[in-house]
Nanobody, 121 residues
């Protein structure tokens, strides 16, 4: 079993900052890509940022220069530092962990329950 849990969402004013955290736990053999997705009301879920075990990153064009993804491989955690937030960043943010469990060594995607980020004055 693999469990993914996010934290750090909330209400912030435009131009403000938030830091999201995500921890993966359970019988994890190996973690590959970790990422953040978001889904706004009436829209499809979209990739925000992703990071490989070696630190290679990928960002959505809409967040480049404002958001920074990082990870701590020893603690199976991933972070998303969000600066210069805009109203259009309002969404539920989901953590995604691409990993293999000890039970069968099969690579799967695991999702957290999501954390709400609201940018409003």
């Amino acid at each position: 079993q693999v469990h993914v849990a996010e934290s750090g969402g909330g209400l912030v004013q435009p131009a403000g900052s938030l830091r999201l955290s995500c921890a993966a736990s359970g019988s994890i053999w190996r973690i590959y890509v970790m990422g953040w997705y978001r889904q706004a009301p009436g829209k499809q879920r979209e990739l925000v940022a992703a990071i490989t075990p070696g630190g290679m990153t990928n960002y959505a064009d809409s967040v480049k220069g404002r958001f920074t993804i990082s990870r701590d491989n020893a603690k199976n955690t991933v972070f998303l530092q969000m600066n210069s937030l805009k109203a259009e960043d309002t969404a539920v943010y989901y953590c995604n962990v691409d990993c293999a469990a000890y039970s069968d060594n099969v690579r799967r995607n695991y999702w957290g329950q999501g954390t709400q980020v609201t940018v409003s004055s």
